[in-house]
């Protein structure tokens, strides 16, 4: 299971940090990655950061304002974001990869959380 928080509404250039809870496994073992879905556009990664702390990938629109970090010994991941634009307003999940490489794609990961609303306006 997989369950976000830390979203809410932030002015543009603000700065949020997401947190995800991971229970059922061990976090250490696998790949995580946060997804984001906007009204009428499709889910896409924002980021991911492969298993035991390893190497993290991002969008390209997001690299260099967002950063993904864990806390295995707390079963935790989380997502600073900075400098915000309206363009990030979206629902964002944290998703579990099936293997402990990341995936590009959506769809390459086993599941995700019901996400937590993330809405950058003035």
């Known amino acids: 299971q997989l369950v976000e928080s830390g979203g809410g509404l932030v002015q543009p250039g603000g700065s949020l940090r997401l947190s995800c809870v991971a229970s059922g496994f061990t976090l250490d073992d696998y790949a995580i990655g946060w997804l984001r879905q906007a009204p009428g556009k499709e889910r896409e990664v924002v980021g991911c950061m492969s298993s035991r702390g390893g190497a993290s990938n991002y969008l390209d629109s997001v690299t260099g304002r967002f950063t993904i970090s864990r806390n295995n010994y707390g079963n935790t991941v989380f997502l600073e974001m900075h400098n915000l634009k309206p363009e990030d307003t979206a629902v964002y999940s944290c998703?579990?990869?099936?293997?402990?490489?990341?995936?590009?794609?959506?769809?390459?990961?086993?599941?995700w959380g019901q996400g937590t609303q993330v809405t950058v306006s003035s």
């Open positions: 998703a579990k990869a099936p293997s402990p490489r990341c995936a590009r794609y959506y769809y390459g990961y086993s599941y």
